[in-house]
């Protein structure tokens, strides 16, 4: 008797940017058993960042990020995000952090909301919806970006030019482009 294939799963995933008015998030769908380091690409570009800060995973009280030398020379205290995968440490309606820019101190709640069929029965990234437009690099966090804000709004404000220069006059803090965003996600491995 022929085995029937399994259809692939998929997990449908919740990313909110943690400690920020009005919330910044997105929802997205990867395969349940993609691994960390290709999660974290995903964050990566659904969310909007450049990928030029450090970043790690802790769920339940396990660190997990990429393997490379502390520069006070001893090993960092991470699990291998290239060798783990999803499904294998969080399942539906589990809720980890991931933290991305140490010094900015951006972190994320990601939830997985549920489980369920690729409806294309591939491998696939893909951005469901989102709000609001990532704030920019190094923007000081979550307590220096509405700060930013603060100064680009108001022309009187002492540092409104230098800011507006800095972020540039065509960024608009409420604007999610979800088209753009997938187009970006075609490249991440599944």
Same mark, same amino acid.
């Given at each position: 008797?022929?085995?029937?294939?399994? %259809?692939?799963?998929?997990?449908?995933?919740?990313?909110?940017?943690?400690?920020?008015?009005?919330? $910044?998030?997105?929802?997205?769908?990867?395969?349940r058993?993609?691994?960390?380091?290709?999660?974290?690409?995903?964050? /990566? $570009?659904?969310?909007?960042?450049?990928? *030029?800060?450090?970043?790690?995973?802790?769920?339940?009280? #396990?660190?997990? +990020?990429?393997?490379?030398?502390?520069?006070?020379?001893? *090993?960092?205290?991470? $699990? &291998?995000?290239?060798?783990?995968?999803? &499904?294998?440490?969080? #399942?539906?309606k589990?809720?980890?952090?991931?933290?991305?820019?140490?010094?900015?101190?951006?972190?994320?709640?990601? /939830? $997985?909301?549920?489980? @369920?069929?690729?409806?294309?029965? #591939?491998?696939? !990234?893909?951005?469901?919806?989102?709000? &609001?437009?990532?704030?920019? *690099?190094?923007?000081?966090?979550?307590? +220096?970006?509405?700060?930013? @804000?603060?100064? !680009?709004?108001? %022309?009187?404000? *002492? /540092?409104?030019?230098?800011?507006l220069?800095?972020?540039?006059?065509?960024?608009?803090?409420?604007r999610?482009?979800?088209?753009?965003?997938?187009r970006?996600?075609?490249?991440?491995?599944?």
């Amino acid at each position: 008797m022929p085995s029937k294939k399994e %259809p692939l799963k998929l997990y449908e995933i919740k990313i909110t940017l943690m400690e920020l008015a009005p919330a $910044i998030w997105r929802g997205v769908l990867v395969p349940r058993d993609i691994m960390l380091g290709d999660l974290h690409h995903v964050i /990566q $570009i659904a969310m909007g960042w450049e990928d *030029e800060h450090l970043h790690e995973f802790e769920i339940g009280r #396990k660190r997990y +990020g990429p393997m490379m030398a502390d520069p006070f020379g001893s *090993e960092l205290a991470l $699990i &291998n995000e290239a060798i783990v995968h999803l &499904n294998g440490v969080a #399942k539906p309606k589990a809720k980890f952090v991931y933290s991305y820019d140490f010094g900015d101190d951006w972190r994320h709640e990601i /939830q $997985i909301e549920r489980e @369920l069929e690729s409806e294309s029965g #591939k491998r696939e !990234v893909r951005c469901i919806a989102g709000e &609001n437009a990532c704030p920019p *690099e190094d923007s000081g966090g979550p307590f +220096g970006y509405p700060s930013l @804000l603060d100064a !680009v709004s108001d %022309p009187q404000h *002492e /540092q409104h030019d230098e800011m507006l220069e800095w972020i540039g006059e065509d960024f608009d803090p409420l604007r999610f482009d979800l088209t753009s965003t997938n187009r970006r996600l075609t490249k991440v491995k599944a």
